[in-house]
């Protein structure tokens, strides 16, 4: 395995446009607004279910959480679920009584087994009656869409898959199973298709 691949070596490569943002999103951490200080370690929590080991210096939470420049009704939404903001913060406070209905304790003194567990639940939309004002199964697979979408849009969680970066201007041509392009990091034999 290339323990010292760096994503960000390539950037020469890239278009002007693509290297300011990517340099921009690795320079700047947005100020999180929407999380108190008790959803935010829920937040943490969930995240470190779905993404384990996720790098520190990923900001996830602090993207998931940014301002929402003025208006909480800004981007895209399913119809059966309330808008991001409202989303987060009722999806969390319904995870804790959840778990406060299973485990006779709230979400923070899960066990990582149990939070495991209990999102598996709530992913199958198998969950208590009377708690949930929007469909659980619609709001994980929301937020988890949210949290990977955000951990891999930056080069820290591109250098851990050895993804060698936008291909734009020379483009991806070897598309095959063992076919690697002459700018990818070479991997350990086992380690791909």
Request: proline share 6%; aromatic share 12%; with cysteine.
């Amino acid at each position: 395995m290339v323990d010292d691949f760096d994503v960000m070596s390539r950037s020469g490569h890239w278009d002007r446009t693509t290297r300011r943002v990517i340099e921009e999103r690795i320079a700047t951490t947005p100020t999180q607004q929407l999380f108190d200080d008790d959803e935010l370690r829920k937040i943490e929590k969930v995240i470190e279910a779905v993404v384990p080991g996720a790098q520190e210096n990923v900001p996830i939470k602090e993207v998931l959480g940014r301002e929402f420049e003025g208006s909480f009704r800004k981007g895209v939404r399913l119809v059966d679920l309330p808008w991001r903001p409202d989303m987060y913060k009722k999806g969390l406070a319904f995870i804790d009584e959840e778990a406060r209905e299973r485990f006779g304790k709230g979400f923070l003194d899960l066990s990582m087994d149990e939070i495991a567990d209990l999102l598996g639940k709530v992913s199958l939309a198998e969950v208590k009656d009377g708690i949930w004002e929007f469909p659980p199964d619609l709001f994980f697979r929301t937020i988890v869409e949210d949290i990977v979408a955000i951990y891999y849009s930056f080069p820290q969680s591109w250098n851990e898959i050895k993804f060698a970066g936008p291909a734009y201007p020379y483009g991806y041509y070897q598309l095959g199973c063992k076919g690697r392009m002459w700018y990818e990091p070479e991997l350990e034999e086992g380690t791909h298709g």
